[in-house]
């Protein structure tokens, strides 16, 4: 099911069922104990971005990295003149 926002926004909802069986040889005695079902939910949100919104994330996440690697180098410096 598929519910669509407006904006560029939708929100998926999934839904699978699966059902496996195993049979026991003589290399996996056991093997049949893995038979069952399995069910998995999800909900996935999806929005548009623009070149511009993507080009001032990236901006903002190389401004953060530089200032964290900063921030170890002086950390790492300081320890050195211990």
Do not use: P
Not at 10 to 36: E, I
Not at 47 to 61: E, G, P, R
Request: proline share 0%; with cysteine; glycine share 6%.
């Amino acid at each position: 099911m598929v519910l669509k926002e407006g904006g560029g926004f939708s929100t998926s909802v999934n839904y699978s069922w699966s059902k496996f069986h195993f049979m026991n040889s003589d290399l996996f005695v056991n093997n049949s104990d893995r038979t069952g079902f399995d069910n998995l939910v999800g909900i996935t949100q999806s929005f548009t971005l623009s070149n511009t919104d993507i080009n001032q994330f990236a901006q903002s996440l190389v401004a953060v990295l530089n200032a964290a690697a900063a921030q170890q180098q002086t950390s790492c410096s300081q320890a050195e003149s211990i």
